[in-house]
């Protein structure tokens, strides 16, 4: 579970312009289940899953991580609640890597190099054995089709190709929880369908999932076990 | 936690496949690298190198050059000075030395010829260096005309070419026996053209000096300490040419690589968000620009070093000859002795490397300690 209490973001806080993004949420998200964000543009979804997922600290406010952060933190017991926003950076460091698979908007793959690099690149930090994550890479991206475009560069890539292989990418490292945001936005229906069937595959495997959205693909489907809705920063409902 | 050295291959291994993919711009930057080192490698090589055959030069040299001045300019010294001087106190040896330069036109060069009393010269043959028999191409036991004042053709016969110590020694050098040269330059006997003295104790050699000054007040003494003090003046590394030289092509150094490496790209600098975002730390980000840009500069200077080695001691420093030694047409094929010197290789690493690296990383740092959350936003 992640729990979220009284959560500010404000953007130049101290400058002539500060911009609060995040007003005030508290929210409890289920492990294993599937969240679903959405609300209009500019309602603070991004900033929020920035936020869950160690790459901005909040302004002020708890974020409490429930049995999610094992792998990233080995002295931590295996159910114990981890605050988050009081850790020192390399603690999110470990955590970003370990316990979150990000899977971006705009896919973030790193131009000029193969679609397996892309996959492999947050392992590189880890000193792992190159040949085991080689091997666990090449079975992800068979498993999401990608088999033939292994050496491709990934600048040739179309986007739904790109997409699954910021997803492998997202899950080199096996997380706990997988956010992604605005996942169906560069999709047609059919990927967009697609997507939501990869998504219903890792909640049976027990991942935790947070996805913005504007899609009705994706807030609509009976996948998804929580739907909050943002607006101006606030969450305005929870179903 | 993480086998460290693993990482380190890792994120090698990336840095290289990073540098591959933006090759036209990385090629480029080592290329004008790699001349920056080569023009300072060379100078420093070549200086180097002429510092060690001046200093071979003046070893072999006397302790003072006497010569006499007549309006101003350098002019024969009467023989009878030398046992004058000879009864100075402090004096060892007082040599009467016989020499001029003769221009040959054929091609178009200045040899130095020199009187020598050496017994087994034998009568009418000549030993000459190795840049004149080279320009010349002549060999051991040909034959020889030289000009004589008269325009009269002298034949010589060659008995010896001079075994190659340092070029700059012995390279332009023709050693005859006296009667010849006064012949072939008409040099009037009883006349030389200055007199070398050896002291038994140098700290005298002031005293002498001022001496011989007192007898013969159209002299002109030369201490070689003298010499060596310009040459050292002119040629050393704290102060003197080298250091004006060298140091403006280091600051241009400088200058273009903090120019060419803070100006991180938007792409990069996205670049750097995302991998932050997928766990590298800061300091992954820093071992990744930091081996990016020691390949790069590692590459330049060892290829910039190694084509300045070449270009000093196998082609002569072709591209400076002129301008630093003014007298290359005698040596069309001039060779200096190759010599490397650790202490200035390593100088010279930490001038051309370690700005291009601190270039490098001090922006990758500012990048790589923001927040990741850049990523998320394009
Ligand atoms: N670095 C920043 N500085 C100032 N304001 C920011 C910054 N980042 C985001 N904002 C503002 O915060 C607000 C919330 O942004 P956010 O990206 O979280 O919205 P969103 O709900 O994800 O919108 P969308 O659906 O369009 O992606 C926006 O008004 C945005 O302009
Ligand atoms: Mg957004």
Redesign the interface.
Known sequence: MIELSQVVKTYQAGLATPFTAVDRVTLSIPAARLTVFKGPSGSGK?TL??LI?C???PTSGRIHLHGLAADAL?HLAPAEALEITSLP??FL??I???TFG?I???F?L????SVL?NVL??????????RAVEARAVARLESLGLARHLRSSVDRLSGGEAQRVAIA?ALI?DPAVIIA?EPTAHLDSRLSEDFMGLMSEFKDAGKTLLITSHDPIVYDSELADLVVEMRDGRVVSET | MRPPLQRYRNILDFALSSLLRRKGRNLALISVYTLVVFVIASLVFFVQALKREAHELLAQAPDMVVQRMVAGRHDPVPLAQVEAIRNIRGVDEVQARLWGYYYDPVFGGNLTVLATEDAALAPDAIWIGQGVARSMRVKEGDLIPLRGYDGQSNLFSIQKVLPESSELVSSDLVLMAPKDVRALFHFPEGLATDLAIQAGNPRELPTIAAKIVELYPDSRPILKTEILRTYEAVFDWRGGLMVVVLGSAVLSFIIFAWDKATGLSAEERKEIGVLKSLGWESSDVLLLKFWEGTVISVTAFLTGVLLAYAHVFFFSASLFEHALKGWSVLFPRFRLIPALDGYQLTVLFFLTVLPYTAATLVPSWRAATVDPDAAMRS
Request: proline share 11%.
């Open positions: 991004t899953l920035t997922g790459m901005a600290r080995p950076e390399r460091t470990a970003r890597r370990r990000f971006f908007q705009q973030n790193v131009r000029g190099i690099e690149l947050p392992t590189y930090p880890t000193g792992e054995d190159p990418r490292n945001d």
